[in-house]
Structures are given as C-alpha cells and as structure tokens.
C-alpha cells in the first residue's frame, strides 16, 4: 500500500547511505534506513514497529525472485571456496603466463572487457564470472580489487543497459509500448545513442585502464595492491594440490552455459524472455554439483572435505544473504512512501525547455541512487518524461534515454544496489569499499552527461 509521505519519504534512504558512508557498515546502515522507513509508515501504532520491521523482512524473503537472488549470493561462496582451494585460480594465471610469456595490466584489462562486453544478458551472472576469473589475476599485477569492481560494475551494468537483446530490452519495450508509442523497437534503436551516461562511464573506464587514470579513494587502494603484489602472487592452500586449469575452466563453462540454458529453458525457448533469478541460481547450484563431481574423480578431496569446503564457502558469505534482504526491503518500503513518485513531482515546476532533457536525467540519478533500483526509476519518470516530450516538441528519444541513463547511474553506485553487492561479492570487495571508490568516477561521468543533455536540450 502507498503512502506518499513527501520529503519525509526521503529521510531513510538518505539516512541509510549517510551512515554507509560515514561508519563503513552498511548492514546496521541498512537496518537503520528500513527501521526508520517502518517509524514513518506506522506513526500512530508505534508499538509495533519493531515486529512489522521484522513482518517487511519476512515479507521480501518469502518472494521468490527475492529469495532466489538471496540464495545464490550466499551458494556462490561454496563455489568460490571450492575453486580456491582447489587453486584453478592460481592455474588459470600460471596458463595465461605460459601462453602469453608473461602478462601485465594490459593484458588483465583485455580479459576483463571480453567477459564484460560477452555476456551481454544478464548483471549479475557478468559480473559473478568476471569478478571471479580475474581476481586472482589482479592481485598478480599489483591492481586492487576495488578497481577490479569499478571496472567490471561500470562494465557490466552499462553493457547490458545499451543491449536491447536482454531483458532490459524487453523491459524497455513494454514500458514504450505502454506510452502508444509507434514502432516501438525502432525508437528504442534511435534512443539508445541518448543513453549518454553509459557510453560516457564505459568510455572512461577505457581511459582509466589505459592511462592509470584514478580519483578519490581509490588511489589508496591501488597503493595498497601495489605494496602487496608479491605476497599476492604466492598460493594461499598450504597443500599438496597440483594446480589445474580444468578446476577453474570448468566450473566457469559450466556457470556460463548453465546460466544461458536456463535462461532458455525459463524464458519458453526464449532467451530474452527467461526468469534472470532463477536461472542463475540454478546455474549456480548446477555448477556447484559438477565442481564437487570433478574435485572428487581428480582426487583432489574428499566428500567430506568437499562438504566442509562448501558449507564453510556458504558461511563466509551469509553477510551478503542479510545485505540483499536489507537492500530490497528498503526499496520495498522507499516504494511504499512514495519516494520515486514524490521526486518526480519535482518535474512539473517552471523551466526552460532546454533543461528538461538534463532534469530528467538529474531526478533518475537521484531517485535510482536512493532507492537502488533501475527499474523502479524506469517505472516512474519514463511515464512522465516521454507525454513531456510529445507534447512540448522535445525529442522523446532524447528524454527517453535520459531516462534509462538516470536509473542506471544508481544501480551503478547506490550502495542498496543489488548489483553494487552482487558486485562485491563477486570481486573480493567490501561494499562500503567498493561504493567509496565507485562513486567519484559515476559522478565524473554522471556530470559530463548532464552537460551533454543540456547541449542536447538547445540543438533539440
């Protein structure tokens, strides 16, 4: 049930990133944000805060898309652990560096862009692959693990937001088609070169990668991997296991098809049609299964100490379980107050016709970083944006990707962002960590964007 609860639907999200930011724990931040969502909601019983703040909980885990996504973010850490000891990371780099003769941060950027441009259907399976397979490689060349989450995040996220053969695109379609819009696929096409926020960030990572270009607090970081590179390079399993190309090959083959097939299979045949949660999930438990087979005909474990491997993979990551529980029960409750629609207002004050386009960008960013949703952002302002368009001559495909640029900018650092924790976990990066760092560079690209609309919004 909505409630629009004006600038007090602001407060807890505001409330939870501040304290994110400023104490660098984001699970009492979270809690702090839903607890004071719940306070706001329930003003006049608030002897039951404390159980219907337990009830919201309870009521985003018993969602099946939610749970699922809970579920594979804690079985990855089993599928982490068992690639780990089993050193197919370390074999992996061993292989790159006799192919290659020797490798260095060129050649780590490379392969990070092959996986990130490749699998172009779906966040969190790009960056779980991405940030898996070339973690090892990073600590080797002396590159941090929150550049490596910068990279594969901005990657990912952007790369699949301008590929309209995914769900984004089918989600893209309905909401477009829901505005009587004529042809609806060919203005899709012609507004995706208006989706200036992700072809400015991926255009800087390119920047980033090929000049050492770094702001913020990232700088202490890469000084950090740098110290610690050799140390890095040395195996962290004290035993006698040989390293073994297929121990990191397979499981990421397996990850990769799985994802695809059950994408498929969910989808009726239809890949840009399948059930994303759901098929990584079960591309994950799948994987999990066909790794602990192989680890056990190599010899490499025993069943138990394949068991205990997961289960103690698992338990390592029941934080980020809790996190995505956090996250979504906020966005849940930031949609019960009105928070996207309550932004949006803001819209219908006076202004110039050239500043709409970068207005509508502007208000995205702020409510997708906010609420850490894309779709939800999406859901709201394209509605109000494209009938603006139509009915004052602007290009609807120009507000049309403002539109998509704003909601992805907080997807793409909002640190209640599924996709800021997916990414977290899948590149060895604390969220907090990863949020800090992150964010000067989206907000470098989310400015240059700004002025490209207001540039846009004159020649329009």
Same mark, same amino acid.
């Given at each position: 049930?909505?409630?629009?609860?004006?600038?007090?639907?602001?407060?807890?999200?505001?409330?939870?990133?501040?304290?994110?930011?400023?104490?660098?724990?984001?699970?009492?931040?979270?809690?702090?944000?839903?607890?004071?969502?719940?306070?706001? #909601?329930?003003?006049?019983?608030?002897?039951?805060?404390?159980?219907?703040?337990?009830?919201?909980?309870?009521?985003?885990?018993?969602?099946?898309?939610?749970?699922?996504?809970?579920?594979?973010?804690?079985?990855?850490?089993?599928?982490?652990?068992?690639?780990?000891?089993?050193?197919?990371?370390?074999?992996?780099?061993?292989?790159?560096?006799?192919?290659?003769?020797?490798?260095?941060?060129?050649? %780590?950027?490379?392969?990070?862009?092959?996986?990130?441009?490749?699998?172009?259907?779906?966040?969190?399976?790009? /960056?779980?692959?991405?940030?898996?397979?070339?973690?090892?490689?990073?600590?080797?060349?002396?590159?941090?693990?929150?550049?490596?989450?910068?990279?594969?995040?901005?990657?990912?996220?952007?790369?699949?937001?301008?590929?309209? @053969?995914?769900?984004?695109?089918?989600?893209?379609?309905?909401? /477009?088609?829901?505005?009587?819009?004529?042809?609806?696929?060919?203005?899709?096409?012609?507004?995706?070169?208006?989706?200036?926020?992700?072809? %400015?960030?991926?255009?800087?990572?390119?920047?980033?990668?090929?000049?050492?270009?770094?702001?913020?607090?990232?700088?202490?970081?890469?000084?950090?991997?740098?110290?610690?590179?050799?140390?890095?390079?040395?195996?962290?399993?004290?035993?006698?296991?040989?390293?073994?190309?297929?121990?990191?090959?397979?499981?990421?083959?397996?990850?990769?098809?799985? %994802?695809?097939?059950?994408?498929?299979?969910?989808?009726? !045949?239809?890949?840009?049609?399948?059930?994303?949660?759901?098929? @990584?999930?079960?591309?994950?438990?799948?994987?999990?299964? $066909?790794?602990?087979?192989?680890?056990?005909?190599?010899?490499?474990?025993?069943?138990?100490?394949?068991?205990?491997?997961?289960?103690?993979?698992?338990?390592? *990551?029941?934080?980020?379980?809790? #996190?995505? /529980?956090?996250?979504?029960?906020?966005?849940?409750?930031?949609?019960?107050?009105?928070?996207?629609?309550?932004?949006?207002?803001?819209?219908?004050?006076?202004?110039?016709?050239?500043?709409?386009?970068?207005?509508?960008?502007?208000?995205? &960013?702020?409510?997708?970083?906010?609420?850490?949703?894309?779709?939800?952002? *999406?859901? @709201?302002?394209?509605?109000?944006?494209?009938?603006?368009?139509?009915?004052?001559?602007?290009?609807?495909?120009?507000? *049309?990707?403002?539109?998509?640029?704003?909601? $992805?900018?907080?997807?793409?650092?909002?640190?209640?962002?599924?996709?800021?924790?997916?990414?977290?976990?899948?590149?060895?990066?604390? /969220?907090?960590?990863?949020?800090?760092?992150?964010?000067? *560079?989206?907000? @470098? &690209?989310?400015?240059?964007?700004?002025? !490209?609309?207001?540039?846009?919004?004159?020649?329009?």
């Amino acid at each position: 049930m909505s409630t629009d609860l004006g600038w007090l639907s602001l407060i807890p999200p505001v409330l939870a990133i501040g304290i994110a930011l400023t104490t660098k724990r984001v699970l009492p931040s979270l809690f702090a944000g839903v607890l004071c969502a719940v306070l706001l #909601l329930n003003t006049g019983t608030l002897h039951l805060v404390p159980a219907r703040t337990i009830d919201s909980l309870i009521d985003i885990m018993v969602d099946p898309g939610n749970l699922r996504l809970v579920l594979f973010s804690v079985l990855v850490g089993g599928l982490l652990k068992l690639m780990k000891d089993s050193r197919g990371f370390e074999a992996f780099a061993l292989a790159l560096q006799r192919w290659h003769g020797s490798y260095g941060k060129g050649t %780590v950027y490379g392969l990070t862009w092959v996986f990130g441009a490749a699998l172009i259907l779906e966040t969190w399976s790009n /960056v779980l692959i991405n940030g898996t397979t070339m973690g090892s490689l990073y600590d080797r060349v002396g590159l941090a693990r929150a550049r490596l989450a910068y990279f594969i995040h901005t990657i990912s996220i952007n790369v699949v937001a301008l590929v309209l @053969i995914n769900g984004w695109g089918a989600f893209y379609l309905a909401l /477009v088609s829901a505005q009587g819009v004529e042809d609806p696929l060919q203005f899709l096409i012609r507004s995706m070169p208006y989706v200036l926020y992700c072809w %400015v960030s991926l255009a800087l990572v390119v920047f980033a990668m090929g000049t050492g270009f770094t702001v913020g607090p990232m700088r202490e970081f890469d000084a950090r991997a740098q110290a610690t590179a050799p140390a890095a390079s040395t195996s962290t399993v004290a035993t006698g296991v040989p390293p073994r190309l297929r121990h990191m090959l397979i499981p990421i083959l397996t990850l990769i098809g799985g %994802v695809f097939f059950c994408l498929w299979a969910t989808g009726d !045949g239809d890949i840009t049609a399948g059930n994303g949660s759901a098929s @990584i999930l079960y591309a994950v438990a799948g994987t999990i299964f $066909v790794t602990a087979i192989l680890l056990r005909i190599d010899r490499v474990f025993s069943s138990r100490e394949i068991e205990e491997k997961i289960i103690t993979g698992t338990a390592e *990551f029941l934080d980020v379980g809790f #996190l995505i /529980v956090l996250a979504l029960a906020l966005g849940q409750l930031t949609k019960d107050m009105g928070t996207g629609p309550f932004v949006a207002q803001l819209l219908q004050n006076s202004m110039p016709l050239f500043v709409i386009p970068a207005l509508v960008f502007v208000l995205g &960013a702020a409510m997708s970083f906010a609420t850490g949703t894309s779709y939800g952002t *999406f859901s @709201i302002m394209v509605p109000i944006a494209l009938p603006i368009g139509m009915a004052t001559g602007l290009s609807p495909e120009l507000l *049309f990707g403002a539109c998509i640029a704003g909601g $992805v900018f907080g997807d793409n650092c909002s640190p209640i962002s599924d996709t800021t924790i997916v990414t977290s976990v899948a590149s060895g990066a604390p /969220v907090i960590d990863h949020v800090r760092t992150q964010l000067p *560079f989206a907000l @470098i &690209a989310a400015t240059i964007a700004t002025a !490209g609309y207001l540039l846009l919004g004159v020649i329009d």
